[in-house]
């Protein structure tokens, strides 16, 4: 599903919406002051503050308490002890979280990508941050991590994750983990998302081969009726799908195939049973998932696009499900940074108005226990050229007077981040507490409360696509992810 079918599947929607948010958000911000009394007698009465005033006075006290960072360019082998100093701000901020989400606005920027690879170094190396998940497949991540010794980083990057971070901005951060495999702190690769992702299940994973090539059939069959509409096909197939997997999943359970993972994939200790977990989840997409696609493709056709918004509600509990699992039952003991759009991050997705997305998504699902112990950081630009996930380019638009970009971007620094979640309620930073627009994808307008929905945001002056690294081949891996 492409970004530009959702945006015209949604444009009346974002249109009502959105006038709504705004007539809200600027509605509290012009009200005139009340009149000063002395028993009961007018004194004085003060002109009430224009719209534009009020702006002034955000911007400068974002001006004021914004943190500016020297850098976004990752560390490399030869970083100096102080390459950090400028994230210094960040420990008391995360010093009790198990959780960092890092979010972006879009998929396709190269500021992003080197920001993020930045942060989780510093993550990584100064705060014991050990496990990086990511918004891509938990079995191809998982897998691609057990050989990150012995194979280049470009390619565990493009067998791990979603095409749309194949690029050469992203590059350093798999340079970075396969680095840091046989150090003393390893960072962990992991995947928590449930989709089809190639490269798709080829079972060479299992001893017994013609298992594996029976399994590799049906994930192949499995994906094409996920994107196909021909449900009364997939009912005759289904049945026997599902017992391949259930096949492999107690294949991979015996001692020989144990000992065959653990001599195939040094690298990942855990491999075994995050690919039981793996296999679960296919159980599940052709019990539910699959047929709930296929509805979702014949219903866009007809310009249906309430069964599209169920598989993506169904995706974020697969998703918010496989996270917990890896907390819980996979790294128990390990804090997680956990890289995906801000739709899936945020913590109240259903109260942001004029989203492609108006359902409740992995970061709402979480737990007021899981939120407490996490801190989620939203990623946006001010200003220059986004890609969506089919790699056309677009413009940023300049952001509207009052939006979070305008007023974050008063700071006048390249990089500026702004921690929300500590801060009190005060004249000069009531534009975090009350409706506010800000740009999804650089160009729709969405009106939110940014603290309900972030504890920080990091804004990115001018920002530029991604140099990608696809191949003809990889292009349908490219375009899977939302």
């Known amino acids: 599903m492409t970004l530009h079918k959702t945006r015209k599947a949604f444009t009346a929607l974002m249109l009502a919406t959105v006038l709504l948010g705004g007539t809200a958000s ?13 028993q009961g007698k007018v004194t004085e009465i003060r002109p009430a503050r224009t719209h534009e005033e009020k702006i002034a006075e955000w911007e400068a006290w974002a001006a004021d308490h914004a943190y500016k960072l020297d850098t976004i360019q990752p560390v490399g ?21 198990r959780f960092v989400f890092l979010g972006e606005s879009s998929h396709g920027v190269a500021e992003f990508n080197l920001a993020k690879t930045r942060l989780i170094q510093f993550l990584h190396q100064e705060m014991g941050y050990n496990v990086l998940a990511f918004e891509s497949g938990l079995a191809p991540a998982s897998i691609a991590y057990g050989k990150v010794s012995g194979r280049s980083a470009e390619q565990t990057m493009k067998d791990s994750i979603f095409g ?5 901005e992203t590059l350093p951060l798999f340079d970075y983990i396969k680095a840091s495999h046989n150090s003393e702190q390893p960072l962990v690769l992991t995947g928590f998302d449930m ?14 081969k013609a298992l594996a090539k029976r399994l590799a059939d049906a994930d192949k069959k499995l ?3 996920s994107v196909a509409t021909d449900a009364a096909a997939y009912r005759k197939e289904k049945k026997h799908l599902i017992s391949v997997y259930k096949e492999a999943q107690e294949a991979l359970k015996t001692e020989a195939n144990q000992a065959h993972i653990k001599q195939l994939y040094p690298d990942n200790p855990k491999l075994s049973l995050l690919l039981e977990r793996a296999l679960g989840d296919r159980i599940r997409v052709a019990e539910e998932y ?8 014949a219903a866009l056709e007809k310009g249906d696009y309430m069964p599209f918004l169920e598989t993506m509600e169904w995706r974020d509990q697969a998703m918010h499900d496989n996270l917990m699992w890896l907390a819980t039952e996979a790294y128990p003991t390990e804090k997680f940074i956990v890289w995906g759009h801000n739709d899936h991050i945020r913590k109240a997705q259903t109260e942001v108005m004029g989203s492609p997305y108006p359902v409740k998504l992995m970061g709402e699902m979480l737990s007021d226990e899981v939120k407490k112990y996490s801190y989620v950081i939203g990623l946006y630009p001010a200003s220059g050229k986004t890609a969506d996930n089919t790699g056309a380019v677009h413009d940023v638009l300049p952001p509207e007077p009052g939006s979070v970009e305008s007023i974050l971007a008063a700071s006048g620094a390249p990089y500026t981040f702004m921690d929300l979640r500590y801060r009190s309620h005060e004249s000069g930073n ?3 507490f009350e409706p506010r627009f800000a740009y999804s994808w650089g160009m ?6 940014a603290r309900d929905q972030y504890d920080g945001i990091l804004l990115i002056d001018d920002v530029n696509p991604p140099q990608y690294l696809r191949s003809t081949a990889s292009s349908k891996a490219s375009t899977q992810d939302e």
């Open 164 to 168: 749309v971070w194949w690029s050469k």
């Open 26 to 38: 600027y509605a509290g911000s012009a009200q005139a002051a009340a009149p000063d009394t002395i």
């Open 223 to 225: 994906s094409d009726y």
């Open 444 to 449: 729709i307008p969405e009106s939110l409360i």
């Open 290 to 297: 699959v047929e709930l696609s296929i509805e979702s493709t």
């Open 195 to 208: 989709q089809l992702q190639f490269p798709l299940l080829d079972g060479g994973w299992l001893k017994d």
């Open 430 to 432: 009531s534009w975090m």
């Open 77 to 97: 082998p030869d970083g100096k002890p102080d390459s950090f100093q400028d994230l210094e701000m960040l420990k008391p901020l995360l010093h009790d979280k």
